[in-house]
């Protein structure tokens, strides 16, 4: 069975620096790309980041490029997402998400999520 | 950026009902696009993706269908476990952007 379990997240201050973690367990986990996909409080689903399974290739949402780093150790099964100069629209749900055989960009498992929280 | 809009933003119906919900997309997409079911506190859940292809596990009231611009996501036969919202995404193009939802509630 696939498991994503994210950990992390919290409160922060903006301009401040948070890691995610998502460990993965149940399948071959350096054969997926995996992403990072967030939901503002009562709003829709934004697509964050992804990465290749050898962590070779990377992509980024416009609105975190230059600021959040994606990540991934395929000896641990773990995904990263390092996020710096952390702003108050940054405030989510992040989930990971697991890439599918037919496209890396079609999410066919998700983690739990860990709540981002960017406030004074 | 390719824009994805679904319509209704929400539809009220009764166990039984036929549901059809709507995307669109600004540009054509060929059939990459996905549905996903979110209940609240949850993840969202991978119904249908290539626009029709069903995902393993989903029940077959679900059906998808549409190419280029316009496509459909069909609940044939609404059961109880499925009051949710519905999104679309486009897995064609980056950024990899979603619809806004369409709730799904008891009538």
């Known amino acids: 069975e696939v498991q994503l379990l994210e950990s992390g997240g919290g409160l922060v201050q903006p301009g401040g620096s948070l890691r995610l973690s998502c460990a993965a367990s149940g399948f071959t986990f350096s054969t997926y790309a995996m992403s990072w996909v967030r939901q503002a409080p009562g709003r829709g689903l934004e697509w964050v980041s992804t990465i290749s399974g050898s962590g070779g290739s990377t992509s980024y949402a416009d609105s975190v490029k230059g600021r959040f780093t994606i990540s991934r150790d395929n000896s641990k099964n773990t995904l990263y997402l390092q996020m710096n100069s952390l702003r108050a629209d940054d405030t989510a749900v992040y989930f990971c998400?697991?890439?599918?055989?037919?496209?890396?960009?079609?999410?066919?498992?998700w983690g739990q999520g860990t709540l981002v929280t960017v406030s004074s | 950026d390719i824009q994805m809009t679904q319509s209704p933003s929400s539809v009220s119906a009764s166990v039984g009902d036929r549901v059809t919900i709507t995307c669109r997309a600004s540009q054509g997409i060929s059939s990459w696009l996905a549905w996903y079911q979110q209940k609240p506190g949850k993840a969202p859940n991978l119904l249908i993706y290539?626009?029709?292809s069903l995902q393993s596990g989903v029940p077959s009231r679900f059906s998808g269908s549409g190419s280029g611009t316009d496509f459909t996501l069909t609940i044939s036969s609404l059961q109880p476990e499925d009051f949710a919202t519905y999104f679309c995404?486009?897995?064609?193009?980056?950024?990899?952007?979603f619809g806004p939802g369409t709730k799904v509630d008891i009538k």
């Open positions: 290539a626009a029709s």
């Open positions: 998400a697991k890439g599918s055989t037919s496209s890396a960009w079609v999410f066919d498992h």
């Open positions: 995404q486009q897995a064609n193009s980056f950024p990899f952007t």
